[in-house]
């Protein structure tokens, strides 16, 4: 590591404690609030009852809304469809179908089921904001309407923190040999 790379680092580690939050890069996850990681908020995409062709131009349309900065999102899938999502740069996670649920517990609701995992969802990765989408997935809709729902309300102090966190992604960046 060169001198120049530690000295950076340390520099972008003294600012970053001084602002109380974790360095702008860090992915979603333990011990991490995601809504601090870069200042953009998390949005569940929920998309169940689709196959993988839907799957992966949803993915694709929503890494090309994150890597446009807009928010993070987390497709919510019910088939086995993870890494079609995962090779578009999309983070995935799984319920059950409402078929595999009624063979599991027939009798309970599926909905209470889905009710409460969007809920233990909302919760890990601290957002309230959920998208569902049809079988289709984005195909189904215009890009203008996707992008439009893909948009939580704004929360407050944003224009300062998002300043912030794009300068220090810029310092990395040079020090990293990227363009900034």
Avoid: C
Avoid at 111 to 120: I, K, V
């Amino acid at each position: 590591m060169s001198l120049l790379r530690r000295a950076a680092g340390r520099i972008v580690g003294w600012a970053v404690e001084a602002s109380a939050t974790p360095p702008p890069g860090l992915r979603p996850g333990r011990d991490i609030d995601p809504q601090v990681l870069d200042g953009r908020p998390v949005v569940l995409v929920l998309l169940l009852g689709a196959d993988d062709a839907a799957v992966q131009r949803t993915a694709q349309d929503l890494a090309r809304t994150t890597a446009e900065g807009g928010p993070r999102a987390l497709l919510v899938l019910d088939g086995p469809h993870f890494a079609t999502a995962r090779r578009a740069g999309v983070a995935a996670d799984h319920v059950l179908s409402r078929d595999e649920w009624a063979q599991r517990h027939p009798g309970l609701p599926w909905g209470d089921y889905l009710d409460g995992e969007l809920a233990r969802l909302r919760r890990d990765f601290a957002t309230a904001h959920v998208v569902a989408l049809p079988p289709a997935g984005s195909a189904a809709l215009d890009p203008a309407v996707l992008a439009e729902a893909m948009h939580p309300p704004a929360r407050r102090g944003g224009r300062a923190r998002a300043a912030w966190d794009r300068a220090v992604a810029r310092v990395e960046r040079r020090i990293d040999g990227g363009s900034a």
